[in-house]
């Protein structure tokens, strides 16, 4: 009889101390939450560095299906008479640096 008293205090104990992990672990995720929607840097930018536009030169007949960018290199997925082609410009000075032609 005491053996099973000792499991069952075990247990108990076992169960309060996953019951204060789930309420440190909620209390972490609406914190991370709350912290998320005041920081205003996730929503502006700054936009200094940022010089006169820059003219990419593509086919007449292009049609642009996709456009993806980083700081240095602007992606273009293109269709020219039902075939596929992948750009890649440089930002800086629209300057073509690699063209894939897809199959």
Not at 5 to 32: C, D, E, H
Not at 69 to 79: A, D, M, Q, V
Request: avoid cysteine; glycine fraction near 6%; charge should be neutral.
């Amino acid at each position: 009889m005491s053996d099973n008293q000792n499991n069952l205090r075990g247990l108990k104990y076992l169960v309060i101390f996953m019951g204060v992990l789930i309420i440190a672990g909620v209390l972490v995720i609406i914190s991370t939450i709350i912290y998320r929607i005041n920081d205003e840097t996730l929503f502006t930018s700054d936009n200094s560095d940022i010089s006169t536009p820059t003219n990419i030169k593509l086919p007449d007949n292009a049609d642009i299906s996709n456009i993806n960018s980083n700081s240095e290199t602007l992606t273009i997925h293109y269709t020219i008479k039902g075939k596929n082609f992948i750009g890649i410009f440089s930002i800086k000075n629209g300057e073509n640096i690699k063209k894939f032609s897809i199959n």
